[in-house]
């Protein structure tokens, strides 16, 4: 059984760029959530979506947006890119029918040039 | 507004010391608390999950606390080795499922 992966592994970018991530969840899960993780700190959380809609939203602006397939793969998108989305990307994914806990993806690592 | 903190920052000991390592947070209305392990640029992986309703919960060397009224969660790991150098991150649930997490003890485990 897969655990969550994520791709790509590494990718770098210019300011002003537009950026998509993509999750897969664990088998058996439908919940997906997204954090990032700047060095030194712990994971933020931007968003969480659950049956194809953004279900609950951390403080992050709108130029992070998401989605989620019907197979309940996901993506982030991260539009006109700061030097400052610089981080870590990871990908949690859950069953919503239990509070169990969550499994996390390998991380995508974004540098913002 | 939910804040968890992790205290100590960092952590060197000795191989074969036992590690305890601290969380705390400041609304008891969490649904479980997760201990993870984080190597260096890599993703989380789970430790330990406490329920809101428990008070312990053990796996192999690790053992976790939980005292919800007092805000506060410690992660206990039995004679040290090695391998077990890494940053420990814990994080509390809210009923959607958010994960808030503290900054994490970096931790040195020299042979």
């Known amino acids: 059984d897969a655990g969550v992966t994520q791709s790509p592994t590494h990718l770098i970018k210019t300011r002003g760029q537009q950026v998509t991530l993509r999750c897969s969840p664990k088998?058996?899960?439908?919940?997906v959530s997204w954090y990032q993780q700047a060095l030194g700190q712990g994971p933020q959380f931007i968003f969480q979506?659950?049956?194809?809609?953004?279900?609950q939203r951390g403080n992050f602006p709108d130029r992070f947006s998401g989605h989620q397939f019907p197979n309940y793969s996901s993506e982030l998108n991260v539009n006109a890119l700061l030097l400052g989305d610089s981080a870590l990307y990871l990908c949690?994914?859950?069953?919503?029918?239990?509070?169990?806990?969550?499994?996390f993806g390998p991380g995508t690592r974004l540098t913002v040039l | 507004k939910q804040e968890v903190t992790q205290i100590p920052a960092a952590l060197s000991v000795p191989e074969g010391e036992n590690l305890v390592l601290n969380c705390s947070f400041t609304?008891?209305?969490?649904?479980?608390l997760q201990w993870f392990r984080q190597d260096p640029g890599k993703g989380l992986t789970s430790l330990l999950l406490?329920?809101?309703?428990?008070r312990e919960q053990t796996s192999g060397r690790l053992n976790a606390s939980l005292d919800k009224s007092s805000g506060r969660s410690t992660l206990y790991i039995a004679a040290s080795q090695p391998g077990d150098s890494a940053t420990y991150l814990c994080?509390?649930?809210?009923?959607?499922?958010?994960?808030?997490f503290g900054a994490g003890t970096q931790v040195v485990v020299t042979p």
């Open positions: 609304d008891s209305a969490i649904y479980n």
């Open positions: 088998s058996g899960h439908d919940t």
């Open positions: 994080a509390v649930r809210d009923s959607w499922g958010k994960l808030q």
């Open positions: 949690a994914s859950s069953y919503a029918g239990s509070y169990n806990e969550q499994f």
């Open positions: 979506y659950y049956e194809e809609e953004e279900r």
């Open positions: 406490i329920q809101s309703s428990q």
